[in-house]
C-alpha cells in the first residue's frame, strides 16, 4: 500500500538527515573543542527555536503541496502588536478612552492577529484560487507595511521584565524559548500522526482530486494549515520581540528562506504529501549547527552563504536519490 | 477594462503635465531614499519631508528597498511626474551615478543626502556623513577604553554595503596600529539586531576572553550587548556602536554601552532641504561635497544628546 510505501520513505528521509547533523556535528567537534559544550548546545537550541516554530507551519503547509512566503512579515507584525500593545496600549482619545494591555492579553491579541493573516492566505488561495507562492508574496509585503505603519518605523524597545522572561527566562533548567519550540513540534507531531486533520494533510499534497472525491473538504484543510502557518509565525514574532526586549520593525527578514530550507533539509518534498515534522526539526538544528559552527571557526562571512547553500543543494541531492531508489 | 486601465494611466500622466509648469501651484519635492527598512533611514526621509513642507513645497517619499534597479524606477516616475528636485539618499555609490544623470539631463537638481555618488558633476550637492572620521575617532575611543591592549571582536554591517566598509576601514586605521590589540572574530550581523544576538553568542563560545566588540550600527550593539548580558559578561567588555539611535543613547545613559558615532540626519536632510530651495531661488554655487561631521557620545557627553540629534 502507498501509505506503507511512504512511512517506509519518510523514516529513511529522516534517518539520512539525522546522519547529515551526525557528521556534521563530529566534524565541528574535530575543527573547535569549543563546540561541543552544554552551554553551546542551549545557543544552538535558543537560536533555532523560532525557526523551529516557524519551520512546523511550513511543513503543513508544504505537506498540502503549498508555500508561505509571509511567515517573516507576519512575524514582524505580530511582534510589532504584542510590543505596541504592551508598551502604550490603545488610547481612545475621541472617547476619552485608554486600553490597557497585560502580557497576557498581549500576547493572545498577537497570536490573533497571526492567525487573521494566516486565514487571509488561506482563503484567498480556496476561495478566489490564487496560487499559494502568490497569495503568501502579497501577504510578504502587506504584513511589512503593516508593520511599518504600526511601528512608524522605529523599533520599539523596552518592554518589561515579564515580558523579557519568554526570551531570556529559565524554566526547570530549560530555556523557556525551547520549552516553547518543543511544545509546538509535540502538538504539531500528535496533529500529523494522531488525527484526521493529519491525514487529510497528507492526503491533499498527495493528490489533491483524489482527496477531493474521497469526501476531504478540501478548502477547510488548507484554510486550517494557512491559519496554523499565520498562529506559528506570531508565536515566533513573541519569542524574537521578547528575546531581543524590541520590536524591530525589519524582524523576520528573509525568515521564509530559512524555513523553507529547514523544511526542505529535513527531507519534505515541495510537491507534497510527503514529509515529516521531526524531519524539519532535524534540517532546523542541522541550519542552526551549521551557523553557529561557521562563526565558532571564524569562516569569513561571505563563504558562509556559498557554504549554507551548498548544503541545501547536497541535502535535496541526496533526498532525490534516495526516493528513486525507494 | 483593459480600455478602462488605460484611460486611467493616461489620466495619471496628463494631470502630471498640468501641475509641472504650472505657476500657481506648489513645487514638488521628491525624496528617494535607499530603504525604509532602519529607523535612521525613516528618520532621515520624514525630516527632508518635514522641512520640504515647512518651506512650503509639495513633497512625497520613495522607498528604493536597497535595490539600485527600483532606485532607477523612482527616479523615472518622479521625472515624468514633473517634480522639480530629488533629495537623494543614494543605495549605491556607483550604481546610482546613471539615475543622478537621468535626473540631471532632464533638468532636475538632485540632492545627495548622507551617502555619496561617485561623481563629480551630476548631483547638484552632497551632504555627507562623515562616517570614515567618525569611526577614526570611536577608534580612539575604543584604544582608550581598552588600555591599548586587549582582544576584540568586530561585527561588520550588510557585507555589500558601501558603509559597512567606510566604517571598518575608518575603525582600523586606528586600532590596527596597536599592536596589542587583537582582533579574534570578524562576522557580519546585517546590521540587525537578533542576527547579531546571535552571532554574539556563538564568537562568546569560541572566544570567551575578549575585551571589546566594535559593532558597525548600533542595532547590533545593542543585540551584542543582549549576547553579553546573558553570559554574565556585561559590564566587563566595552561595545560601542554607531548611528545615535534612541535604543543606544538611553543605553549609554544607562551605563550599559560605552559609546556610539552621533550622525545627524536632522541637519543633513534640513540642510538638503534648504539647497533645493535656494536653487529654486536661484543659486547654483553649491559645494560639492558637504562632509557632515560625526560626534563620538560616551558617557562624559552623553547629556548633550538624544536620539539622531544634539539636545535644543
Given at each position: 500500500m502507498p501509505m506503507g510505501l511512504s512511512n517506509y520513505r519518510a523514516s529513511l528521509t529522516r534517518f539520512q538527515s539525522f546522519i547529515a547533523l551526525l557528521i556534521l556535528c563530529i566534524a565541528l567537534s574535530l575543527l573547535s573543542n569549543k563546540f561541543l559544550t552544554i552551554e553551546n548546545g542551549w545557543n544552538v537550541l535558543r537560536q533555532i527555536s523560532v525557526n523551529v516554530c516557524i519551520s512546523v507551519g511550513m511543513t503543513l503547509v508544504v505537506l498540502t503541496a503549498g508555500i508561505d512566503l509571509s511567515v517573516g512579515s507576519i512575524l514582524a507584525f505580530s511582534g510589532a502588536v504584542a510590543a505596541g500593545l504592551l508598551k502604550n496600549g490603545i488610547p481612545w482619545p475621541a472617547h476619552d478612552l485608554f486600553i490597557g494591555f497585560t502580557l497576557l492579553g498581549t500576547i493572545v491579541a498577537a497570536l490573533i492577529v497571526g492567525a487573521a493573516l494566516g486565514f487571509f492566505n488561506g482563503w484567498m488561495i480556496t476561495r478566489f484560487k490564487v496560487p499559494p507562492f502568490v497569495a503568501t508574496l502579497a501577504m510578504l509585503t502587506i504584513a511589512r507595511g503593516l508593520t511599518m505603519l504600526s511601528t512608524k518605523g522605529y523599533p520599539i524597545s523596552s518592554l518589561g521584565s515579564k515580558f523579557d522572561f519568554i526570551g531570556s527566562g529559565w524554566l526547570l533548567g530549560i530555556p523557556v524559548l525551547v520549552w516553547i519550540s518543543a511544545v509546538t513540534v509535540i502538538l504539531a507531531v500528535v496533529l500529523v500522526r494522531k488525527t484526521p486533520l493529519g491525514r487529510y494533510i497528507y492526503a491533499i499534497g498527495g493528490n489533491e482530486q483524489a482527496a477531493r472525491l474521497s469526501g476531504i473538504h478540501i478548502n477547510r484543510v488548507k484554510i486550517i494549515v494557512y491559519t496554523i502557518g499565520g498562529i506559528l509565525a506570531a508565536v515566533g514574532g513573541i519569542m524574537v520581540t521578547s528575546r531581543l526586549d524590541s520590536a524591530q520593525p525589519n524582524a523576520g527578514t528573509n525568515y521564509e528562506l530559512d524555513s523553507i530550507a529547514a523544511v526542505v533539509i529535513g527531507?519534505?518534498?515541495?510537491?507534497?504529501?510527503r514529509g515529516t515534522i521531526m524531519g524539519t526539526v532535524l534540517g532546523a538544528i542541522i541550519i542552526g549547527v551549521l551557523n553557529n559552527g561557521l562563526v565558532l571557526l571564524d569562516v569569513s562571512p561571505f563563504w558562509q552563504q556559498v557554504i549554507k547553500g551548498l548544503v541545501i543543494l547536497l541535502s535535496v541531492i541526496v533526498d532525490k536519490m534516495n526516493s528513486q531508489e525507494a | 477594462m483593459k480600455k478602462l486601465t488605460i484611460a486611467l494611466v493616461s489620466m495619471i500622466l496628463l494631470a502630471g503635465c498640468g501641475t509641472r509648469d504650472g505657476n500657481g501651484q506648489p513645487k514638488k519635492i521628491a525624496i528617494v531614499v535607499s530603504t525604509l527598512n532602519n529607523p535612521w533611514f525613516v528618520f532621515l526621509a520624514q525630516t527632508a519631508a518635514a522641512k520640504a513642507k515647512a518651506l512650503g513645497y509639495e513633497s512625497k517619499i520613495f522607498d528604493s528597498q536597497n535595490n539600485t534597479a527600483l532606485e532607477s524606477d523612482h527616479f523615472e516616475n518622479a521625472i515624468a511626474s514633473g517634480y522639480n528636485a530629488i533629495l537623494f539618499n543614494p543605495t549605491d555609490a556607483k550604481g546610482s551615478v546613471i539615475n543622478v544623470k537621468k535626473a540631471k539631463d532632464a533638468g532636475i537638481p538632485v540632492f545627495c543626502m548622507d551617502r555619496e555618488i561617485d561623481s563629480r558633476d551630476a548631483a547638484t550637492s552632497q551632504i555627507l556623513s562623515d562616517s570614515y572620521s567618525g569611526c577614526i575617532d570611536l577608534g580612539k575611543l575604543f584604544v582608550k577604553a581598552l588600555n591599548k591592549k586587549g582582544n576584540y571582536v568586530e561585527l561588520l554591517g550588510i557585507v555589500s554595503d558601501d558603509n559597512t566598509w567606510n566604517r571598518s576601514k575608518g575603525f582600523h586605521s586606528v586600532?590596527?596600529?596597536?599592536?596589542?590589540?587583537?582582533?579574534v572574530a570578524q562576522q557580519s550581523a546585517d546590521f540587525d539586531r537578533n542576527k547579531a544576538m546571535e552571532v554574539m553568542e556563538s564568537i562568546l563560545q569560541a572566544h570567551p576572553d575578549i575585551d571589546g566588540v566594535f559593532a558597525g550600527n548600533d542595532a547590533m550593539a545593542m543585540g551584542a550587548w543582549q549576547a553579553l548580558t546573558a553570559a554574565g559578561l556585561a559590564g566587563k567588555i566595552k561595545v560601542i556602536g554607531f548611528d545615535g539611535a534612541e535604543d543606544a543613547i538611553n543605553s549609554i545613559k544607562e551605563g550599559k554601552l560605552t559609546a556610539t558615532a552621533m550622525q545627524f540626519p536632522k541637519t543633513i536632510a534640513e540642510l538638503a532641504a534648504t539647497d533645493a530651495d535656494e536653487y529654486f531661488k536661484g543659486k547654483r554655487d553649491f559645494p560639492h561635497k558637504l562632509p557632515i561631521p560625526v560626534d563620538v557620545v560616551s558617557a562624559t557627553n552623553i547629556d548633550k544628546y538624544t536620539a539622531y540629534g544634539k539636545k535644543n
Amino acid at each position: 500500500m502507498p501509505m506503507g510505501l511512504s512511512n517506509y520513505r519518510a523514516s529513511l528521509t529522516r534517518f539520512q538527515s539525522f546522519i547529515a547533523l551526525l557528521i556534521l556535528c563530529i566534524a565541528l567537534s574535530l575543527l573547535s573543542n569549543k563546540f561541543l559544550t552544554i552551554e553551546n548546545g542551549w545557543n544552538v537550541l535558543r537560536q533555532i527555536s523560532v525557526n523551529v516554530c516557524i519551520s512546523v507551519g511550513m511543513t503543513l503547509v508544504v505537506l498540502t503541496a503549498g508555500i508561505d512566503l509571509s511567515v517573516g512579515s507576519i512575524l514582524a507584525f505580530s511582534g510589532a502588536v504584542a510590543a505596541g500593545l504592551l508598551k502604550n496600549g490603545i488610547p481612545w482619545p475621541a472617547h476619552d478612552l485608554f486600553i490597557g494591555f497585560t502580557l497576557l492579553g498581549t500576547i493572545v491579541a498577537a497570536l490573533i492577529v497571526g492567525a487573521a493573516l494566516g486565514f487571509f492566505n488561506g482563503w484567498m488561495i480556496t476561495r478566489f484560487k490564487v496560487p499559494p507562492f502568490v497569495a503568501t508574496l502579497a501577504m510578504l509585503t502587506i504584513a511589512r507595511g503593516l508593520t511599518m505603519l504600526s511601528t512608524k518605523g522605529y523599533p520599539i524597545s523596552s518592554l518589561g521584565s515579564k515580558f523579557d522572561f519568554i526570551g531570556s527566562g529559565w524554566l526547570l533548567g530549560i530555556p523557556v524559548l525551547v520549552w516553547i519550540s518543543a511544545v509546538t513540534v509535540i502538538l504539531a507531531v500528535v496533529l500529523v500522526r494522531k488525527t484526521p486533520l493529519g491525514r487529510y494533510i497528507y492526503a491533499i499534497g498527495g493528490n489533491e482530486q483524489a482527496a477531493r472525491l474521497s469526501g476531504i473538504h478540501i478548502n477547510r484543510v488548507k484554510i486550517i494549515v494557512y491559519t496554523i502557518g499565520g498562529i506559528l509565525a506570531a508565536v515566533g514574532g513573541i519569542m524574537v520581540t521578547s528575546r531581543l526586549d524590541s520590536a524591530q520593525p525589519n524582524a523576520g527578514t528573509n525568515y521564509e528562506l530559512d524555513s523553507i530550507a529547514a523544511v526542505v533539509i529535513g527531507g519534505t518534498s515541495l510537491s507534497g504529501g510527503r514529509g515529516t515534522i521531526m524531519g524539519t526539526v532535524l534540517g532546523a538544528i542541522i541550519i542552526g549547527v551549521l551557523n553557529n559552527g561557521l562563526v565558532l571557526l571564524d569562516v569569513s562571512p561571505f563563504w558562509q552563504q556559498v557554504i549554507k547553500g551548498l548544503v541545501i543543494l547536497l541535502s535535496v541531492i541526496v533526498d532525490k536519490m534516495n526516493s528513486q531508489e525507494a | 477594462m483593459k480600455k478602462l486601465t488605460i484611460a486611467l494611466v493616461s489620466m495619471i500622466l496628463l494631470a502630471g503635465c498640468g501641475t509641472r509648469d504650472g505657476n500657481g501651484q506648489p513645487k514638488k519635492i521628491a525624496i528617494v531614499v535607499s530603504t525604509l527598512n532602519n529607523p535612521w533611514f525613516v528618520f532621515l526621509a520624514q525630516t527632508a519631508a518635514a522641512k520640504a513642507k515647512a518651506l512650503g513645497y509639495e513633497s512625497k517619499i520613495f522607498d528604493s528597498q536597497n535595490n539600485t534597479a527600483l532606485e532607477s524606477d523612482h527616479f523615472e516616475n518622479a521625472i515624468a511626474s514633473g517634480y522639480n528636485a530629488i533629495l537623494f539618499n543614494p543605495t549605491d555609490a556607483k550604481g546610482s551615478v546613471i539615475n543622478v544623470k537621468k535626473a540631471k539631463d532632464a533638468g532636475i537638481p538632485v540632492f545627495c543626502m548622507d551617502r555619496e555618488i561617485d561623481s563629480r558633476d551630476a548631483a547638484t550637492s552632497q551632504i555627507l556623513s562623515d562616517s570614515y572620521s567618525g569611526c577614526i575617532d570611536l577608534g580612539k575611543l575604543f584604544v582608550k577604553a581598552l588600555n591599548k591592549k586587549g582582544n576584540y571582536v568586530e561585527l561588520l554591517g550588510i557585507v555589500s554595503d558601501d558603509n559597512t566598509w567606510n566604517r571598518s576601514k575608518g575603525f582600523h586605521s586606528v586600532v590596527d596600529n596597536y599592536p596589542h590589540l587583537k582582533m579574534v572574530a570578524q562576522q557580519s550581523a546585517d546590521f540587525d539586531r537578533n542576527k547579531a544576538m546571535e552571532v554574539m553568542e556563538s564568537i562568546l563560545q569560541a572566544h570567551p576572553d575578549i575585551d571589546g566588540v566594535f559593532a558597525g550600527n548600533d542595532a547590533m550593539a545593542m543585540g551584542a550587548w543582549q549576547a553579553l548580558t546573558a553570559a554574565g559578561l556585561a559590564g566587563k567588555i566595552k561595545v560601542i556602536g554607531f548611528d545615535g539611535a534612541e535604543d543606544a543613547i538611553n543605553s549609554i545613559k544607562e551605563g550599559k554601552l560605552t559609546a556610539t558615532a552621533m550622525q545627524f540626519p536632522k541637519t543633513i536632510a534640513e540642510l538638503a532641504a534648504t539647497d533645493a530651495d535656494e536653487y529654486f531661488k536661484g543659486k547654483r554655487d553649491f559645494p560639492h561635497k558637504l562632509p557632515i561631521p560625526v560626534d563620538v557620545v560616551s558617557a562624559t557627553n552623553i547629556d548633550k544628546y538624544t536620539a539622531y540629534g544634539k539636545k535644543n
